[in-house]
C-alpha cells in the first residue's frame, strides 16, 4: 500500500527517543521529510543521525522545548525555510511526575498543565497557518492510554491528558472546512525508557521486584506482551497518510488489547 507520504514535510515533537522518534523514523521511512526537535541539543542530533541511515538527506534536528512559544516559533521557521512549509504535524511531549492527588500542589499542576496541554496548543497555533492550502494536511496529538482509563499514581498524566483528546476532537470540527485532518493516537504500553521508569516507580511502591512488576503489566495484556516502538510508529504513519484521508476525529489506541472500555 502506498501511504502517499513521499515528499511530505512532517514535523514531530519530542522526537529524539521512544514514540516521537519511532513516529519520525517510520514517517522518514515512507520518504517523508522530517523536522524533529527536542530540549537536548546531543540528543536531537544523535536521532537525526539515525534518521539519516534510513533517508539520508531527508531530515532536520532543531533544539526546541515545546513549553516555549519562541522555541516552538523558531522550530517551525526552521522548517519552512528548509522546505518551503508543513503537511504533517505531530504533537508531543515528555510525561510529568507520577504522584497521587495529595502529593500535587499548585505548582505542580501549573507545571504539568504547560508541558500537556499547553505545548500542543502552542504549537498547533504556530504551525496551523502554513498548513492551510496544502492538500493533505494533517496533524496528529499524543496522548496516553489514560486517557480512557486513569492509571494509578499518574494524576496529572491522566487529568490533563484527557483535555488533549478533547482538544483533537474539537480541532477535528473546526478544521474540517480547511481540509485539514486531527486524529489522537494513544499509546498502550510501548516498550520504551519511559516506560521502564514507570515500572521502576510502580514497583517501588508494590515493594516487589521490577520483573514481577512487569509480569503483572503483561497479565493484563491479551497479548501478552508489550508493545514495540516501531508497531507504534507504522500506526501514526498510517493516521496521518493518504491512505487514511477519510479518517479525521478519530482516535486510534496501540494497546495489544489493554484498554478495556467499549468506546
Avoid at 514517517?27 to 544523535?46: D, H, K, T
Avoid at 496516553?144 to 499518574?154: A, D, G, H, Y
Avoid at 514497583?203 to 516487589?208: L, P, S, V, Y
Avoid at 521486584?209 to 508493545?227: C, F, S, T, V
Wanted: hydrophobic share 45%; net charge neutral.
Amino acid at each position: 500500500m502506498d501511504l502517499e507520504l513521499k515528499g511530505k514535510v512532517a514535523m514531530v515533537a519530542a522526537a529524539s527517543r521512544g514514540l516521537g522518534f519511532a513516529v519520525a523514523e517510520a514517517l522518514a521511512a515512507e520518504g517523508a521529510r522530517v523536522s524533529i526537535a527536542s530540549r537536548n541539543e546531543s540528543s536531537i542530533a544523535q536521532a537525526a543521525h539515525r534518521i539519516d541511515q534510513i533517508a539520508e538527506g531527508c531530515v532536520l534536528a532543531t533544539t526546541a522545548d515545546v513549553r516555549s512559544a519562541e522555541d516552538v516559533e523558531r522550530w517551525r521557521h526552521a522548517t519552512t525555510e528548509r522546505w518551503g512549509g508543513v503537511d504533517l504535524l505531530v504533537t508531543n511531549s515528555g510525561g510529568p511526575p507520577a504522584g497521587v492527588f495529595t502529593a500535587l500542589d499548585d505548582a505542580a499542576w501549573r507545571a504539568g498543565f504547560d508541558l500537556l496541554v499547553l505545548s500542543a496548543i502552542r504549537t498547533v497555533r504556530t504551525v496551523l497557518p502554513v498548513m492551510k492550502g496544502r492538500a493533505g494536511s494533517n496533524i496528529l496529538l499524543m496522548t496516553s492510554s489514560s486517557v480512557k482509563e486513569p492509571i494509578p499514581n499518574l494524576t496529572l498524566s491522566t487529568t490533563l491528558r484527557a483535555a488533549v483528546a478533547a482538544l483533537a476532537k474539537t480541532l477535528a470540527n473546526e478544521l474540517a472546512g480547511d481540509g485539514i485532518r486531527i486524529n489522537h493516537l494513544i499509546p498502550g504500553r510501548i516498550a520504551t525508557d519511559r516506560l521502564r521508569e514507570l515500572d521502576e516507580i510502580n514497583a517501588r511502591r508494590a515493594g516487589i521486584r521490577l520483573e514481577e512488576q512487569q509480569a503483572r503489566a503483561l497479565a493484563a495484556i491479551p497479548l501478552k506482551r508489550y508493545g514495540t516502538p516501531e508497531e507504534f510508529g507504522r500506526a501514526a504513519a498510517f493516521l496521518l497518510s493518504g491512505a487514511a484521508s477519510y479518517i479525521t476525529g478519530a482516535t486510534l489506541q496501540v494497546d495489544g488489547g489493554l484498554i478495556k472500555s467499549v468506546m
